[in-house]
């Protein structure tokens, strides 16, 4: 069996620059965490969350899955984000899809897959479907980057319509819900929408 010896080198050498530069950080962040944003993006290795945004270790709650997608009889995005709202009371929760995605690919494509991977994809055929006609006019590459698009502004839609988002939402402060999308080509991000 690999041991895996060099990310848990890495590990320590990393653990130690932090500390180096802030010999109290780790001790702060185990009394608690107190992010303001709340992250839903893609499994994708390119797209890490806390690292595309320059953010430390404690300031993003996250949560990735397959092609960003909330579904609302999934308990696992569920109950994420009702943690995120209710218990750590974040400001701002961001929906950031990322063109190129595979599982958005996949389920355009209209090919059958197999197993959880499948089931997992309805969520983006109902969206490619709902936006056939828009979506038809478009060719390959192009329709493959504004299904991508149309699947953020889909999984924000679903995220504005959980009930405690929308209690949160008639807070004081405000909870902001936000439609991004990363360009695996460039790593910039753009906002599609806020809510
Ligand atoms: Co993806």
């Known amino acids: 069996m690999e041991n895996l010896d060099a990310l848990l080198s890495s590990n320590k050498r990393w653990a130690a620059k932090i500390k180096a530069g802030d010999p109290t950080f780790f001790e702060r962040l185990a009394e608690q965490q ?3 944003y709340l992250w839903i993006g893609c499994s994708d290795s390119r797209v890490p969350a806390t690292q595309i945004v320059d953010l430390e270790p404690g300031e993003i709650f996250v949560h990735r899955n397959i092609a960003n997608t909330v579904n609302l009889n999934d308990d696992n995005a569920l109950a994420v984000i009702q943690f995120a709202v209710e218990a750590l009371q974040v400001k701002h ?3 950031c899809g990322h063109y190129g995605c ?3 690919i996949a389920a355009d494509s209209g090919l059958a897959l197999s197993g959880p991977v499948d089931r997992w994809l309805d969520n983006v055929r109902e969206v490619r479907k709902r936006h056939a006609q828009e979506l038809d006019t478009l060719s390959g590459a192009d329709r493959v980057t504004r ?3 149309l699947n953020v502004l889909a999984q924000l839609e679903s995220v504005s319509q ?3 988002v929308r209690a949160a939402r008639e807070r004081s402060p405000a909870l902001q819900l936000h439609a991004w999308i990363y360009d695996i080509h460039d790593g910039i991000i753009k906002q599609l929408k806020n809510l």
Do not use: F
Request: with cysteine.
């Open 102 to 104: 595979g599982g958005v």
């Open 34 to 36: 107190s992010p303001e």
């Open 147 to 149: 299904l991508c698009e």
């Open 93 to 95: 929760i961001i929906v």
């Open 162 to 164: 959980i009930e405690y």
